[in-house]
């Protein structure tokens, strides 16, 4: 849970939902410690109020807008299940891609159709390439792994427990 100071008029969270699972509502006014319930609106205009018994029932805190669509989870401020559903959401739905990152992991979104992503031109482009200098992918991940090799002889320089 994030410090209760975040909880500020105009903050936004996000409500569980039978439907959409998570629905984000902005605060209506400030928490003070020993609220007995949150005022808030949702996107759809309508205004709720938000049962709290204490400070650990505070609904999670939204990301800020520039973090929409972040390519790696480990970059929003806040990270829990809410958020990295909604990244997630927003990176397939409205950018079309099904790659995100969380640290050096590669997080997939099965579209389960064909898409052109994997093409020559496209192993062209990661190759060479640094992770963090492409958009996530699959060949991002296997030129790392591929550069990791090279740089510590390969098969033959990999023993049980790691790299030596």
Sequence with gaps: MASVEFYSKGERVWLPDPDAVWVSAELLQDYRPGDEQLWL???DGHEV????????DLPPLRNPDILEGENDLTALSFLHEPAVLHNL????????????YCGIVL??????????????????AY????????EPH???VAEEAYRT???????????WGGLH
């Design 89 to 100: 959401r927003v990176r397939f739905l409205d950018y079309s891609s099904i790659y995100t």
């Design 127 to 134: 190759s060479g390439q640094d992770m963090t200098d492409m």
């Design 41 to 43: 609106r949702l996107l």
């Design 138 to 140: 699959i060949f991002s």
């Design 149 to 159: 090799m090279i740089r510590y002889g390969g098969v033959a320089g990999w023993q």
């Design 107 to 124: 997080v997939a979104i099965n579209p389960y159709e064909s898409l052109p992503i994997y093409g020559e031109e496209v192993i062209d």
């Design 49 to 56: 109020h938000y049962p709290l018994r204490s400070p650990a």
